[in-house]
C-alpha cells in the first residue's frame, strides 16, 4: 500500500478518559476483529492492567479503513498510558507517529495530564485531532469543554469531534478526522534502511520481538540487519503487523508500524530507541530516538528466601527488556541479605513492577522504604550522588546535600484551594502560581521535593479534593537543603534497612513514628530492649520493649523466703550479663511488616 494511504497516529489522554475503550470502538469499526473476538479493554494484554482498568504499555496495531473517498487506508495505531508515571511511554509512541487524537472528557474537561500529554505531542511536532469523549453523560457540558480547549490547550474549540466511546458515537467522524487532518509518513529521500524500535518485549520461545517504525527502506525475512548502538549484527527471523496479534507479514515497508524478530537471545542486546538498519548498507546517521530516561525513584527489592536472588536476577533481566526506564544493580543489606537496588520513575511504576515479579514471575519479595537520588558536596570539593542511605558520608564530611525537586501543575476546584495550600506547605513546598481556568476550577503550580510526594501525596490530594483534583509533574532539577541521616538502633545496634535520609525538621515525628511501629513487631526478650531513633550520636525518639519474666520460683513451694530471694537474684545478674552481651534476631516478618506498610 502506497505511503500516501498511510496514516500513523496515538491516542493520548488524561487516565480514565477512554482511550483504551476508544481503541476498541475503531478495532470493531475497522473491522479488524470480529464480533466473536470482540472484549473490553482489547489492547490491555496483562492481566494487572485489565483489574486496574489502567494502561501501562503502550499497544500497536494496524488496521485498514475504506474512506468516503472510495480509497482504503492503513491507519496504524498507538494506544499509550495515561499515568504520570507512564510518560515515558507515551513519549516513545509518539516518535513513532505523525498525529495523535487527543481525548477530552465531556464531564472532566481538561486535567493535569492532558495538558502534559498536549505538551508532549507539540514537542514531536504532532498534528492532533481534538475529541470530546463522554458526551452521553448526563454531566456532559460541550460548550464548557469547547471554551477550555480554546482557552487551555489553545486548540480552536470547534476543532473538537463530540464522540462516546463507549455507545459508539461519532467513530466514523473520528476516523475521517484521522484520514483528512493527519499527514501521511514522509517520503523517504533515499531507500537505505532506517527503522526506530519504540519498544521490545521478551519471549520465552522466540527471543526479543522488537516494535519498530520504519522510516526508509524495507525489512524481510532472511536479511542481515545491525543494531546501530551495539553495532551488532543479527538475521530476521520474522517480520510482521499487530492485527491486534501479531501476523506475519513478507515485508515491512516505509511508514509501517509492525515487529520484527532476529537471532536476540538477552536482553541487553535490544535498547530502545535504537536504530535498526542493513548490515551491508548501513545508515550514516541514527535515527533521533527520544531522551533518555533517568530512574526517580529507588528502592531495594530482596527475595523473602535468600535462594531465590538468581531467579529474581533472572526476572528483573526479562522486565528490564520492555521497561526502559527501569533499572537495577545488586546490593547486599545485613538484614535482608543479597538484593537490588532498583529504580522507577514513580511510586505507581514501583508497584507494577513488583506485582509483575508476584505474577508472571512467581517470586515473592520485600522492598525497602523509597527514596531519590541526592547529590552531595563533600568538604573536599568532590561531588558524589548517593540514592542509598547507608552511602551517605559522615555529617563531618558534608559540605551540602541537594535533594531533586518536581514543578507539580495540580488542577483543583476553587473550593478546596486552602486546604491543599496547606497540604503543599506540610510537603515543604510552595505554591508559585495560580490560574483561575474556569468558573469553578483553578490550576496551582507548586514547587516540591521529589520526597515528599513519594508515598502518600497522591492519596491525599484526592480525598481533599472528594476525587476531583490531579496532578502532572515534571523534574525541576536539585536544591540545597537541611537533610540528615536518621538511624534505627535495637539494643544500641544500627540495622542499615531501617535507615532514612529525612528533612532535619520532619527527623523527629519521623523516628516516632518508626520506633512506634518496630515496638509492635520485634518479640519480646528476656531483658528490655531500647529502639531508638538517632541522628549522628543524638537519640532523637526512644520506645522500649519489655522483658519477659521467667518465673525462677515456680519450683519453690513453703519454705524460707530467703530461697526465693536467691533465685531472683541470680535472674537479676543474668539479666544484667545478657544486657551487655545479648543480640537481637529481628524476624524476617518484622522487616517485611514495617518496610510494607512503610
Known sequence: ?????????????????????????????????????????????????????????????????????????????????????????????????????????????VEAQTVANLHLANQQKLHVVPVINKVDLPAADLPKVRRQLEEILAIPGEDGIPASAKMGIGIEDILEAIVSRIPHPEVPQDNVLRALVFDSVFDTYRGVVSYVRLMSGSIKRGVQIRMFSTNKTYEVKEVGVFTPKMTARDVLEPGDVGYLIANMKSSTEVKIGDTVTDAQRPCTEALPGFKEIHPMVFSGIYPVSSEDF?????????????????????????????GFRCGFLGLLHMEIVQERLRREYNMDVISTYPGVVYEITKTNGEEITV????????????????????????????????????????????????????????????????????VDFNDRLKSLTRGYGSMDYEYDGYQAANLVKMDMLIAGEPVDAFATIVHREKAESRGRHLAAKLKEVIPQQLFVVAIQAAIGGKIIARESISAMRKDVTAKCYGGDISRKRKLLEKQKEGKKKMKAIGKINIPQEAFIKVLKTD
Open 387 to 454: 540514592d542509598n542511605p547507608c552511602y551517605l558520608p559522615e555529617p563531618q564530611e558534608i559540605q551540602e546535600i541537594r535533594e531533586p525537586m518536581v514543578k507539580a501543575f495540580i488542577l483543583i476546584p476553587n473550593d478546596y484551594i486552602g486546604e491543599m495550600m496547606q497540604l503543599v506547605m506540610e510537603k515543604r513546598g510552595e505554591v508559585t502560581i495560580t490560574e483561575t481556568l474556569d468558573d469553578n476550577r483553578v490550576m496551582l503550580t507548586c514547587g516540591l521535593p521529589l520526597n515528599e510526594i513519594l
Open 310 to 338: 538468581e531467579q529474581l536476577k533472572l526476572a528483573l533481566g526479562k522486565l528490564q527488556i520492555n521497561d526502559a526506564a527501569f533499572s537495577y544493580q545488586a546490593e547486599s543489606s545485613a538484614a535482608l541479605g543479597f
Open 1 to 109: 500500500m502506497s505511503l500516501e494511504l498511510t496514516r500513523n497516529f496515538s491516542i493520548i489522554a488524561h487516565i480514565d478518559h477512554g482511550k483504551t475503550t476508544l481503541s476498541d470502538r475503531l478495532l470493531e469499526f475497522t473491522q479488524t476483529i470480529t464480533m466473536r473476538q470482540r472484549q473490553d479493554q482489547l489492547l490491555d494484554a496483562m492481566d494487572l492492567e485489565r483489574e486496574r482498568g489502567i494502561t501501562i504499555k503502550a499497544h500497536p496495531v494496524t488496521m485498514l479503513y475504506p474512506a468516503q473517498d472510495g480509497k482504503t487506508y492503513k491507519l496504524n495505531l498507538l494506544d499509550t498510558p495515561g499515568h504520570v508515571d507512564f510518560s515515558y511511554e507515551v513519549s516513545r509512541s509518539l516518535a513513532a507517529c505523525e498525529g495523535a487524537l487527543l481525548l477530552v472528557d465531556a464531564a472532566q474537561g
